[in-house]
């Protein structure tokens, strides 16, 4: 259980589901047995029906009358409900970045985006998700920069909503060779403080994820018609 170890019962239960959503261990329309589920994870059905409360909160799960508990569909709207909000809030993390960041974060962040180069060239088939952690990596070490923790805090939120869709998105290569190049010329541009470039390649970079993803949302909607 990790970082969660010192948590409430509840709250481990909770993070370790949300994490698993999130990622993409428990798919879109699956059912969340409390009974399988605290089997699984060596506990009572109390602390699963708690989290699973919690879920429903986030919008993560959803109850279905005489199915109870399944996680949510993400739809296209919710999506670019997302991708605007996180657009606006990128914009403000980029302008903080170029003035605030500091030598050695930006050491950081060269580094990021290098150990992200080695990763596409090196990456399994089978181990996208190592792909995926060091793109949510690069991108934290320029929220850093921000020093402004309310930034932080709400663009981490806003990544994880759209976490399970990275490791699809990521598995295009073409996409991979793209991202390489637009991580270098972010760095580039907060290098020389140039907020005006910094910002065009933020933008390009979360466009071409949210016209990808959508696409296979509806090349989804094609294959599985209701």
Do not use: W
């Not at 798919?27 to 602390?47: C, F, K, N, Y």
């Not at 060239?121 to 070490?141: C, S």
């Amino acid at each position: 259980m990790g970082d969660y170890q010192y948590m409430p019962l509840r709250d481990v239960v909770f993070h370790t589901l949300r994490d698993a959503i999130l990622k993409g261990e428990l798919q879109p329309g699956e059912r969340l047995m409390e009974i399988r589920l605290a089997d699984r994870m060596g506990v009572s059905r109390t602390p699963v029906r708690e989290a699973i409360r919690m879920l429903e909160l986030e919008g993560l799960v959803i109850m279905i009358p005489r199915r109870g508990a399944q996680v949510a569909q993400i739809t296209e709207k919710d999506l670019k409900d997302v991708l605007e909000v996180r657009m606006g809030l990128e914009e403000l993390a980029v302008k903080f970045a170029c003035e605030r960041i500091t030598p050695e974060q930006l050491k950081k962040l060269k580094d990021a985006s290098l150990q992200f180069e080695e990763q596409v060239n090196t990456v399994k088939e089978d181990d996208i998700t190592a792909l995926a952690e060091a793109d949510v990596h690069f991108h934290d070490l320029i929220y850093q920069a921000t020093d402004n923790q309310r930034l932080v805090q709400l663009l981490g939120n806003l990544r994880e909503q759209m976490y399970r869709y990275r490791v699809e998105y990521l598995k295009d290569v073409e996409i991979r060779s793209s991202l390489i190049k637009e991580h270098n010329e972010i760095c580039k541009a907060l290098e020389n403080h140039d907020e005006k470039e910094a910002y065009a390649y933020t933008i390009t970079h979360i466009k071409r994820q949210q016209d990808t993803i959508m696409s296979m949302m509806k090349e989804g909607k094609r294959e599985n018609p209701d």
